[in-house]
């Protein structure tokens, strides 16, 4: 692999209350990869994505961005840093449109305060709130979401739901996107509409992708690397094809799918 | 045993989810219901276990008999009472409650004496032995594996004489769904119970399943025999991920987004 | 602070927060079977408080339509307690099902205006000093103890008993919450309402005991309450009281409630021994104080359930 | 809800998408309500006018709230003891500096401002019931503070201190009807504030932490931070109903209310009205303050129907009344009257095709 790393974790562990989450877990993420973390349920995925992006901390070990140490950065900061994530539980703002919810997610980028935010006319808040608004537009349309641009998202259905979240990572513009389950409770449809977005998003604007998903037909096809986790533990790192065929990985994690996915 | 005749389900009075769904459930059999989210599934399963009266939901039309008694129009506790548990969509359990304390809410509707309750739990543990390893743990630190099959096992400690189990395989391994699958069937084989499954997989579904149903926008499109639904053109295309010459089609190879074909109906 | 009174404020401020315990139980029991936070449980508890007081005869100028004894007195107001909070539940609580939390505590307390204002139609506004009791308020115990004022600790019978009555509900009340059928089902309803539905419960009768109960409790508070302070408006308010208790124990725990309330009862006996006087004066706010502290130092209570947050 | 529109109308420019006011009936609308309001002491007695006042001032103290408890949802029960401290700090700056009105009352909201950041903190650690018990917490301290601190400036155990008449340039509000167009520029400007945060980033991120705060914090959303923002933004508001309402009283204690009572009848208000919702404080203060007055005169009504209980029916009525009405929004329009008047403005739209 000649591109250059991005974010590094090394040597990670978490527990809680006593039993480990997180053993020891070591791996890098490259500029523009999609790497894919797949294992078995309670093998620590989320939480390593809960590291990754400072809602939990990790009791060992470090995890840098860029060569930045952000092990013990708050989770607003990490936003900040360039790390967006969806999440696999469905996290949207319940009680706001589409609209806001992607605006919402601009956050970060906002220059004015709150001040500004009160006066609005003076003060900028207008243009700036014109100018995101803007991107946020390019967002909707690439996700084909304009028809629910002001629906409330707490009526919507679970896939479009999923979309939208998508487009709220989109909107912090970060140079890596976490994905916990994107295509979770999808049907195949619907399955091949979110990867084709994946795909288009890691292809235009070179995104650096760390998903995490369940189908492995879909991991298989998708990811250029992948990393298992089981226990804690990374049992495997490597291509699809080497994953797909390591003994260790379909014992823990793939049984008999492995036939499906030759 | 269950018979949904040509049911409508309306919520808040205005919005019709179900138009016309009749679906019917034998002795012993294991029954899935396929579709694309928002086609009915949920609703339907909650109509059949009373659940939608609490979502402001209303069967308005056709009826739900199970064993020759009409129950749609009756409380969820008197439909479980019945015989009937459902098993809700995201391994939902009480997460502050201790493994066994979960297990034993399922038992509360029943009237048998502790020594008999005992014995389900014991063959609860036999269908799935970690849960008895974990019994005295705190059931929302359980990870998602163990969540399904408590929550199987939960339903199981009402002695249902029909289970239904909505999305089982949501967000689990393979191995676990796998696992899972293998357990459903083996309980279904041992104990003859009926099962109606909701599920998003379809090629598991249709591999435990004696028959199937296949639902859009709120009505059965298509049912038959696994066997039957595997050689329609449209199932493998759109729930089994085939290509024109039967093999897995790769997600790159998907260039284009509307591509939706609907059942006439 | 002044020495010689700490070994009586100690005593009292422990028996006083027995009743303050038995107050929070009340409460606690709600919140643990439906997930509410009862505002109107001060004013449940000045309502049993009256009703006794009427059936019992209080105003003893012979306009008084009942002459009962103390003890069938009790018996018919927690009769009426048991009405009353099927009621409540029935008519204010269960169409509130679904309702975010705001709502919910907005709806107790409009149950708590309307309940003071029922009494104040019905009862009078005038406190009812007189209320009939198995001790006379000067009845005590007189416990030798070297270093109090006089050589001894003087604790009021009154006190006592309804000390012993709160040790005795919120004992009852972990039996009954961690080993029956029933207290199970109850926990399980307070976590997930349609999950306990789909598992068979019926969901509205769990609700419909638990404010049976919460109105039994509460019934027995306002007459031990009562005995001590005479039947008055001002009943409602010791919840205010309680309130800490409540959150410095652990909103979901019983034993939460006892050590919450001790821990107040004690506070606000100590403060008030001290020698300055806006110290003492200080006895109203300082179980918030308290709280504001044990808030930021662990915000679940000392005995409470760590939320399990998963995202 | 939101895309209710009639056909035909469509915006070209985000700028005309984001703006509140869409129609000329819009501006009609507000032109309207505020020349009634300013007009007040022409066609109305002194009895309306000091109601109107009334209203200004209680509904800024919920506009305040709003943002609190219906944009951020932390639930507040104690915005009635705010307002003491902001009619406090601006009483004492005007008698003791003498301070104009334009100076004393900025200042005064700023200082509630800061308070209200002190009672945030616990925020930072603890949610729904237990925040609530927080500033249950800052309900009782902050009175009792002023009852038993610095008795010599806060009246001590009178429970109260009087408060001169406000005074801009030559101008001094002597009279409930100059007083009004204080309240008036002063709601006004409360007004356009509320509408502003609900509209940016600061109103998008209060929500944000309402509806999923955690998802908030990972999507770079200070938690504590924006909380304190809203609590700071919530007791601005509160002191400059507070100031008002001193000056407009002539006098700021405990004795004149500002109670737990007051608090909940705050929130009561932004049920009644919409909690989160623009217009909910308008239309929830509106409301209560005029059926409180109905509440008065029919419990008058009532008690003169049976003299021999009139004391008891007097009492009694307003606590039942409210009682009743609480809970039968509770359960009938849970939503409040705000999402009425969505509803009704949809139906007026959709005709003659609505049902």
Redesign the interface.
């Known amino acids: 692999m000649t591109r250059p790393v991005h974010l590094s974790v090394k040597n990670v562990s978490l527990s809680?209350g006593g039993?480990k989450a997180l053993h020891n877990v070591s791996f890098d993420v490259y500029q523009g990869e999609i790497l894919a973390i797949?294992?078995?349920?309670?093998?620590g995925k989320t939480s390593m994505l809960?590291c990754m992006?400072?809602?939990y901390r990790p009791d060992e070990g470090s995890i840098t961005f860029d060569g930045h140490e952000i092990t013990t950065t708050?989770?607003?900061k990490i936003?900040?840093l360039g790390i967006?994530?969806t999440?696999?539980?469905i996290?949207?703002?319940?009680?706001?449109?589409t609209l806001?919810n992607i605006?919402?997610?601009?956050?970060?980028h906002?220059k004015?305060g709150?001040w500004q935010?009160?006066?609005?006319w003076v003060g900028g808040?207008?243009k700036e709130?014109?100018r995101h608004?803007?991107r946020v537009?390019e967002i909707i349309s690439f996700l084909?979401i304009e028809h629910i641009r002001?629906?409330?998202v707490g009526a919507l259905?679970?896939?479009l739901r999923k979309r939208v979240e998508l487009g709220?990572?989109l909107a912090?513009e970060s140079r890596v996107l976490l994905l916990d389950?994107p295509m979770?409770?999808?049907?195949?449809?619907?399955?091949?509409?979110m990867?084709?977005f994946v795909?288009d998003i890691h292809e235009r604007q070179n995104m650096t992708i760390l998903l995490i998903e369940?189908d492995?037909?879909?991991v298989m096809?998708?990811a250029d690397r992948i990393v298992v986790l089981d226990f804690g533990v990374k049992i495997a790192e490597g291509t699809p094809d080497e994953i797909k065929n390591n003994p260790e990985v379909i014992r823990?994690?793939?049984?008999?799918?492995h036939e499906?996915?030759n | 045993m269950l018979t949904i005749n040509n049911i409508e389900v309306i919520y808040n009075d205005v919005i019709l989810v179900l138009r016309g769904v009749s679906i019917k459930v034998g002795e012993g059999q294991i029954v899935a219901l396929l579709?694309?989210?928002?086609a009915g599934k949920t609703t339907t399963l909650k109509a059949i276990s009373g659940l939608l009266h609490a979502e402001e939901g209303k069967v308005t039309r056709g009826s739900i008999d199970f064993e020759n008694e009409q129950i749609d129009k009756l409380t969820p506790d008197q439909i479980v009472a019945r015989g009937i548990v459902q098993v809700l969509e995201?391994r939902r359990l009480f997460r502050h409650l201790s493994v066994e304390e979960n297990l034993l809410t399922g038992a509360l509707t029943r009237k048998d004496r502790n020594a008999i309750i005992n014995r389900d739990l014991e063959q609860i543990y036999h269908y799935f032995p970690i849960l008895k390893t974990l019994r005295k743990r705190t059931s929302g630190?359980?990870?998602?594996?163990?969540q399904q099959m408590l929550v199987i096992g939960r339903g199981l400690m009402s002695r249902p004489r029909l289970m239904m189990l909505d999305?089982p395989s949501?967000?689990?391994?393979?191995?676990?769904?796998?696992?899972i699958f293998e357990i459903i069937r083996k309980i279904n084989q041992e104990t003859g119970l009926p099962i109606l499954l909701v599920e998003?997989n379809?090629?598991i579904a249709l591999d435990v399943a004696h028959y199937a149903y296949v639902m859009e926008t709120g009505r059965v499109v298509l049912d038959g025999t696994p066997a039957q639904l595997a050689q329609n053109e449209d199932i493998k295309e759109?729930?089994?991920?085939m290509t024109q010459v039967g093999e897995?089609k790769?997600?790159?190879d998907?260039?284009h987004?509307k591509r939706?074909k609907r059942w006439l109906g | 602070m002044n020495w010689v009174l700490v070994p009586q404020q100690i005593a009292t401020g422990i028996l006083n927060g027995g009743i303050i315990a038995l107050i929070s139980l009340g409460v606690v029991l709600i919140f643990k079977s439906s997930e509410i936070f009862n505002f109107a449980h001060g004013h449940l508890l000045m309502l049993g408080a009256y009703v006794t007081w009427w059936f019992a005869g209080g105003n003893q100028d012979g306009t008084e339509v009942f002459n009962l004894p103390l003890i069938p007195a009790f018996l018919i107001a927690v009769l009426v307690a048991i009405v009353v909070g099927l009621l409540i539940e029935r008519f204010a609580l269960r169409p509130m099902t679904g309702q975010p939390l705001l709502s919910i505590v907005l709806m107790t307390l409009g149950l708590a205006l309307f309940i003071e204002g029922v009494v104040s139609l019905v009862f009078g506004v005038q406190p009812s000093a007189v209320f009939p009791s198995p001790f006379s308020p000067s009845a005590v115990f007189r416990v030798p103890f070297p270093g109090a004022m006089g050589g001894f600790i003087i604790l009021k019978k009154t006190l006592v008993l309804s000390f012993g009555a709160a040790m005795l509900a919120s004992i009852a009340f972990a039996l009954f919450f961690n080993f029956t059928k029933t207290g199970l089902a109850m926990r399980a309803t307070s976590e997930d309402h349609e999950l306990a539905r789909s598992v068979g419960l019926n969901v509205p009768r769990i609700f419909g005991l638990s404010w049976a109960i919460a109105g039994v409790i509460a019934t027995v508070g306002g007459i031990l309450l009562a005995m001590l302070t005479g039947a008055s408006l001002n009943l409602s308010t010791v919840v205010l009281v309680a309130f800490p208790a409540i959150l410095l124990g652990g909103l979901d725990s019983f034993l939460g409630a006892i050590v919450g309330g001790i821990t107040v009862g004690l506070v606000q006996a100590l403060v008030q021994a001290s020698s300055n006087i806006e110290v003492r004066n200080s006895a109203e706010i300082a179980p918030y104080v308290v709280l504001l502290i044990v808030l930021v130092i662990r915000p679940e209570g000392l005995f409470g359930q760590k939320r399990i947050e998963?995202? | 809800?939101?895309?209710l529109r009639p056909s035909g109308d469509f915006d070209v420019s985000?700028?005309q998408?984001?703006a509140l006011i869409r129609y000329p009936w819009h501006w009609v609308l507000i032109l309207a309500t505020i020349l009634v309001a300013a007009t007040a002491p022409l066609w109305g007695n002194a009895y309306v006018v000091t109601t109107i006042n009334q209203i200004a001032y209680t509904v800024i103290a919920v506009q305040g709230l709003n943002i609190l408890t219906g944009y951020t949802g932390q639930i507040s029960l104690g915005q009635a003891a705010f307002m003491l401290v902001g009619g406090y700090a601006s009483a004492l700056l005007a008698t003791y500096w003498g301070a104009p009105i334009w100076l004393s009352l900025p200042l005064a909201a700023l200082i509630t401002g800061l308070v209200g950041l002190i009672f945030g903190l616990p925020s930072l650690r603890v949610k729904g019931f237990y925040l609530a018990m927080a500033t249950l917490a800052a309900q009782f301290i902050i009175p009792w503070l002023t009852r038993h601190t610095f008795k010599d400036y806060l009246g001590g155990s009178d429970g109260q201190i009087s408060v001169p008449m406000p005074t801009l340039g030559p101008i001094v509000f002597d009279s409930a009807e100059k007083f009004l167009y204080l309240s008036l520029v002063a709601l006004l400007i409360t007004t356009v504030?509320a509408f502003?945060?609900s509209?940016?980033?600061?109103?998008?991120?209060f929500?944000?932490i309402?509806?999923?705060d955690?998802?908030?914090?990972?999507?770079?959303?200070?938690?504590l931070g924006y909380k304190l923002?809203a609590f700071f933004?919530a007791a601005l508001f509160a002191g400059i109903a507070g100031a008002l309402r001193a000056h407009s009283e002539r006098s700021i204690g405990t004795e004149l209310g500002y109670n737990l009572n007051e608090s909940i009848l705050f929130l009561g208000m932004l049920i009644i009205g919409g909690l989160?919702t623009n217009l909910g404080p308008f239309l929830g203060g509106v409301t209560v303050i005029i059926l409180d007055d109905v509440a008065l005169q029919f419990g008058q009504f009532v008690a003169a129907l049976f003299p021999a209980y009139s004391s008891n029916v007097l009492t009694s009525f307003r606590p039942i009344f409210f009682g009743l009405v609480l809970m039968l929004f509770l359960i009938f329009e849970p939503r409040g009257l705000a999402y009425r008047w969505t509803l009704i403005k949809a139906a007026w739209r959709l005709r003659p095709f609505s049902r």
């Open positions: 809680f039993t797949i294992g078995p349920n309670g093998a809960n992006t400072g809602f708050p989770p607003s936003a900040g967006a994530r999440f696999q539980n996290a949207l703002y319940t009680g706001l449109s806001d605006m919402a997610a601009r956050h970060i906002f004015y709150m935010s009160m006066l609005y808040a207008l709130e014109i608004r803007q537009e084909e002001k629906a409330t259905p679970h896939g709220r990572a912090l389950e979770t409770g999808m049907n195949l449809e619907e399955k091949e509409d990867a084709r795909l369940h492995m037909g879909l096809d998708i823990a994690y793939l049984g008999q799918e499906i996915l | 579709g694309a989210n928002g995201g630190y359980l990870s998602g594996g163990e999305e949501i967000g689990l391994a393979p191995m676990l769904v796998q696992e998003q379809a090629r759109f729930y089994l991920g897995r790769s997600y790159r998907v260039k987004y939706r | 998963r995202i | 809800m939101a895309v985000y700028r998408d984001m504030i502003n945060i509209r940016t980033r600061l109103g998008r991120a929500v944000a309402r509806d999923n955690l998802a908030a914090e990972l999507l770079g959303v200070n938690l923002r933004i989160g």
